[in-house]
């Protein structure tokens, strides 16, 4: 059976890396309260957010053939959780709080379908450099800390607080790219074999 593959975010780093498995999808955001509840950890908030996305997109699609795809990433250190900055203030304020330290990052990835569900979780490590009350400033005003948990972006600018990683680098941007894959096999879903894929495939080989 082929799917309509949909995306629950309007994050251009997820539909990124979804494309590189060769998966066509659309793309259907969500917009939910992401409160933690009381007592919840990073790992427990970012796999209820990730399933509740795509539940609700799932009733959204108006399709009984569809598999959709939720994720969200919750950063935690000293057991204090991160989520998107407010405003610069909070921005510099997490900033701060990752300055020579070793935070978690917790993305969790739900596929689900009108029959069932799954979902998958990556922790990473990431140890950021010292960073100057300056600096974080500096780095709110280039844009790229909004709408980032933690309040920075791995992939851009923030990589200069990067001073080791231990998992996954693309959980850290925001989909975990293994767990995503193992899920999609679960449900059936081919990788790489898509006309979006062969073409890339093709335009690389001229």
């Given at each position: 059976m082929t799917?309509?593959?949909?995306?629950?975010?309007?994050?251009p780093r997820r539909a990124q890396l979804l494309t590189q498995l060769g998966v066509c999808f659309d793309v259907l955001p969500q917009a939910i309260d992401e409160t933690p509840q009381s007592g919840e950890s990073a790992s427990e908030l970012s796999l209820r957010l990730a399933h509740e996305k795509a539940q609700y997109a799932l009733a959204d699609a108006g399709d009984d053939g569809a598999?959709?795809?939720?994720?969200?990433?919750?950063?935690?250190?000293?057991?204090?959780?991160?989520?998107k900055p407010v405003n610069g203030e909070d921005a510099v304020r997490m900033l701060?709080?990752?300055?020579?330290?070793?935070?978690?990052?917790?993305?969790?990835?739900?596929?689900?379908?009108?029959e069932s569900s799954a979902s998958r979780l990556s922790e990473t490590r990431v140890r950021f450099r010292e960073i100057a009350d300056s600096e974080a400033h500096a780095y709110w005003?280039?844009?790229e800390p909004k709408g980032k948990a933690g309040g920075y972006a791995i992939q851009g600018r923030g990589a200069v607080f990067v001073?080791?990683?231990?998992?996954?680098?693309?959980?850290?941007?925001?989909?975990?790219?293994?767990?995503t894959a193992a899920l999609?096999?679960?449900?059936?879903?081919?990788?790489w074999l898509s006309p979006a894929a062969v073409g890339e495939k093709d335009d690389a080989q001229s």
């Open positions: 799917h309509r593959i949909i995306l629950a975010s309007a994050s598999l959709v795809l939720g994720s969200d990433t919750v950063v935690e250190v000293d057991d204090a959780l991160l989520g701060l709080q990752l300055s020579g330290r070793i935070h978690r990052v917790c993305t969790a990835v739900s596929v689900a379908s009108r005003n280039t844009g001073e080791s990683i231990s998992g996954s680098y693309s959980g850290v941007m925001g989909l975990p790219v293994f767990e999609l096999a679960e449900f059936g879903v081919p990788l």
